[in-house]
């Protein structure tokens, strides 16, 4: 319960107990009321206080013409059914409270789960942005990277190709070498046989110059030789 609900629920219970004790309904004043339940504010304690008198008076301008005996057993009923409908009253205004507490908490959690909602929607748009900008990066990136892979590979294809051209050209020139190291070394083989062939020859030729050059001397020698015993043998008979 509240505490202005129990405030009022006190004020009229306060009132029923000075009319009890001898007080006129018209008679109970605001301090008459905090004196006894010592809460509560006095514009609280008025306004509910006015209510109780308003109600009482109408019971008792119901009563006027009645026996006493009836009159009391109507108040007595009237001030039991006031009871019961404040009770009642009080009952359901606790439970609306505490639902409206409910509702109230139900709402702020709400609000507490929207705005974490938000904030967690504006944080995935902020992600989602960098992400979009990070993307944007790489894919200008991939274009620049792109590009210079084609430029380098243009450039080792180039290289390939030079590669190969050199290759040709380096593969030719070998065999072009061969081929004139091989005729050179025929012209050669050639011409050493041609001169081997001329050497030979003149050799030949030198060997029979030599050799009829040493049967001439020999034949020299041995008429020398023939010659000198003639003479030796003509001086042997002289």
Known sequence: MSRVSDTRQRTREAAAQLVAGAKRPHEITVDQIYAVIQQGSRTTINDELKLWKDERTKVDALGADLPPAVADAMRSLWVVAVEQGELTFTEQREAMEAELSSIQRERDEARASRDAT????????????????????????????????????????????????????????????????????????????????????????ATQRLEAAQDHMLRQIDEAREGQRHAERALAKA
């Not at 504006?122 to 992400?131: F, I, K």
């Not at 210079?148 to 593969?171: C, F, P, W, Y």
């Open 118 to 205: 938000i904030a967690d929607g504006q944080q995935r748009a902020q992600q989602a942005t960098q992400l979009g900008e990070q993307l944007a990066d790489l894919q200008q990136r991939l274009v620049s990277e792109s590009a210079t892979k084609n430029d380098a590979l243009g450039q080792v294809h180039a290289l390939q190709q030079e590669i190969a051209s050199l290759r040709t050209e380096s593969m030719r020139q070998q065999e072009a070498a061969v081929a004139a190291q091989e005729k050179q070394s025929t012209e050669f083989q050639a011409r050493l046989a041609e001169r081997d062939l001329a050497f030979q020859t003149e050799l030949g030729t």
